[in-house]
């Protein structure tokens, strides 16, 4: 039997929804939501099919991009709570046809957003993968702490994608959006790892909470609260920027420097189920402060659209 037939085989054996999952969809939904703000943000006017495809082909990569990481991290994933169900820790999908279907992804994904878009939006889309599937997942997330930090770029670079195929360059407002979610990124996930300081433990991930231990993430994300705080207003007054953005920027700025104010005065010493529930109530805080601010110049956008 051929690689290729064997490969199918898999396919339709392990069924879809398990291929469908190495996609990290709900990866790929902040990844289609932030690239569509950049799309539309831009000050060049995309055809709809154009943009449609456009989003479509750069969420694809962003799923190839899961499956690549995936395959890599399955002994890593197979050891926590949070990953141990996830298709290859559970047998449903083998690493070979993760990895063929990874790569075959990311092929189609940057081979067809070149196509409907530009080489710029293509090239981006390739270094994305590149990026989180090789210097994150392969180099970066088992070796230093700062896996997150540097590796918050993967996840950053959609908007400015989508920008890209809107525009065919890379302007100083893309490089905002890019900051933005930068800068987000390693006070989000470091609350999550605040709690799940154990499963990272186990799997020997250096997650700064293992490395540096729980004070010094504590201090941290409240840095890195206040330097997005900053970028923020920066944006809000920028060209993609407004009265909407800016009022949206001081209530959950107020609400984001709060929660991660209290995390960095908080001990080690409570018990108990409700233990870090300061951590939960901030990881969530951070979804609803990004998906906001996106929103909010997506709306900026759509007025200067209508001429109000």
């Given at each position: 039997?051929?690689?290729?037939?064997s490969?199918?085989t898999?396919?339709?054996?392990?069924?879809?929804?398990?291929?469908?999952?190495l996609?990290?969809?709900?990866?790929m939904?902040l990844?289609?939501f932030?690239?569509?703000?950049?799309?539309?943000?831009?000050?060049?006017?995309v055809?709809?099919?154009?943009?449609?495809?456009?989003?479509?082909?750069?969420?694809?990569?962003?799923?190839a991009?899961?499956?690549?990481n995936?395959?890599?991290d399955a002994?890593i994933?197979?050891?926590m709570?949070?990953?141990r169900?996830?298709?290859?820790p559970?047998?449903?999908?083998?690493?070979?046809?993760?990895?063929?279907?990874?790569?075959?992804?990311?092929?189609?994904s940057?081979?067809?957003?070149?196509?409907?878009?530009?080489?710029?939006?293509?090239?981006?889309l390739?270094?994305t993968?590149?990026?989180y599937a090789?210097?994150?997942s392969?180099?970066?997330k088992r070796r230093?702490?700062?896996?997150?930090v540097?590796?918050?770029?993967?996840g950053?670079?959609?908007p400015?994608?989508?920008w890209?195929?809107?525009?065919?360059?890379?302007?100083?407002?893309?490089?905002m959006?890019?900051?933005?979610?930068?800068?987000?990124t390693?006070?989000h996930?470091?609350?999550?790892?605040?709690?799940?300081?154990d499963?990272y433990?186990?799997?020997g991930?250096?997650?700064l909470?293992?490395?540096?231990?729980?004070?010094?993430t504590?201090?941290?994300i409240?840095?890195?609260?206040v330097v997005?705080?900053?970028?923020?207003?920066g944006?809000?007054?920028?060209?993609?920027?407004g009265?909407i953005?800016?009022?949206a920027?001081?209530?959950?700025?107020v609400?984001?420097?709060?929660g991660?104010a209290?995390?960095?005065?908080?001990?080690?010493?409570?018990a108990?189920?409700?233990?870090y529930?300061?951590?939960r109530?901030?990881?969530?805080?951070?979804l609803?402060?990004l998906?906001?601010?996106f929103?909010?110049?997506w709306?900026?956008?759509?007025i200067?659209?209508?001429?109000?």
């Amino acid at each position: 039997m051929s690689d290729t037939t064997s490969n199918a085989t898999g396919l339709l054996r392990s069924g879809l929804p398990s291929y469908l999952a190495l996609l990290k969809p709900r990866v790929m939904s902040l990844v289609i939501f932030t690239a569509t703000v950049g799309v539309f943000a831009a000050p060049v006017a995309v055809g709809p099919l154009n943009a449609i495809l456009s989003l479509l082909f750069i969420a694809i990569g962003a799923g190839a991009s899961g499956a690549l990481n995936m395959w890599w991290d399955a002994d890593i994933d197979a050891q926590m709570r949070r990953t141990r169900n996830r298709p290859i820790p559970n047998g449903q999908v083998t690493p070979r046809a993760a990895l063929v279907f990874g790569l075959a992804l990311s092929v189609l994904s940057v081979a067809a957003l070149w196509a409907v878009s530009n080489a710029l939006a293509a090239g981006l889309l390739a270094f994305t993968i590149f990026f989180y599937a090789v210097i994150y997942s392969m180099i970066l997330k088992r070796r230093t702490p700062q896996n997150i930090v540097i590796g918050g770029a993967a996840g950053a670079f959609p908007p400015m994608i989508g920008w890209a195929a809107a525009t065919g360059s890379v302007g100083i407002e893309s490089l905002m959006l890019f900051g933005l979610i930068f800068f987000w990124t390693p006070p989000h996930f470091w609350a999550l790892a605040l709690y799940m300081h154990d499963d990272y433990t186990r799997a020997g991930v250096p997650m700064l909470t293992v490395t540096h231990g729980r004070a010094v993430t504590r201090r941290r994300i409240l840095l890195y609260s206040v330097v997005l705080a900053v970028i923020s207003v920066g944006v809000g007054v920028s060209a993609i920027g407004g009265p909407i953005f800016l009022a949206a920027a001081v209530v959950l700025n107020v609400a984001l420097l709060r929660g991660a104010a209290a995390i960095s005065a908080r001990g080690e010493d409570a018990a108990g189920a409700d233990r870090y529930e300061t951590e939960r109530r901030f990881f969530r805080l951070t979804l609803y402060y990004l998906f906001t601010l996106f929103a909010a110049i997506w709306l900026e956008a759509a007025i200067g659209t209508a001429g109000f």
